[in-house]
């Protein structure tokens, strides 16, 4: 799981078995802060997700095809100036790269639209 805002931040992979059960996971999504009144690095988590998460050591397993699911408050915000950007589609076509069978976007706000992904 990545949190994600001015930066983004790991907050565990696919391998660490505290959270493979649903309350587990529950739990730890509710320890999450909010920080809406922030940037959203859509692209930062994206980055990280790719490195991280759907690689060997992030726990992925080849033989399973790979889901992605987005939770945001909004269209990402990274520019071409800041630190670490790279633009979405750029992002989204690395990740094809790892198999992402599936890329759900359930947006927290009402202005965004899938397209912004």
């Given at each position: 799981m990545i949190s994600f805002n001015n930066d983004a931040?790991?907050?565990f992979n696919f391998k660490d078995d505290r959270y493979h059960t649903e309350n587990q996971l529950k739990e730890r999504i509710k320890e999450i802060?909010?920080?809406?009144?922030l940037k959203t690095r859509t692209d930062?988590?994206?980055t990280l997700a790719k490195?991280?998460?759907?690689?060997v050591?992030?726990?992925?397993?080849?033989?399973?095809p790979n889901a992605l699911?987005?939770?945001?408050?909004?269209?990402?915000?990274?520019k071409p100036k800041d630190k670490g950007y790279v633009p979405i589609p750029e992002t989204v076509e690395t990740l094809t790269k790892v198999r992402i069978h599936r890329?759900?976007?359930p947006s927290i706000h009402p202005s965004i639209h899938p397209s912004n992904f």
């Amino acid at each position: 799981m990545i949190s994600f805002n001015n930066d983004a931040e790991l907050l565990f992979n696919f391998k660490d078995d505290r959270y493979h059960t649903e309350n587990q996971l529950k739990e730890r999504i509710k320890e999450i802060p909010l920080k809406l009144e922030l940037k959203t690095r859509t692209d930062l988590a994206l980055t990280l997700a790719k490195e991280k998460l759907f690689s060997v050591e992030g726990g992925d397993r080849p033989d399973v095809p790979n889901a992605l699911i987005i939770f945001t408050d909004g269209k990402s915000t990274g520019k071409p100036k800041d630190k670490g950007y790279v633009p979405i589609p750029e992002t989204v076509e690395t990740l094809t790269k790892v198999r992402i069978h599936r890329s759900i976007h359930p947006s927290i706000h009402p202005s965004i639209h899938p397209s912004n992904f």
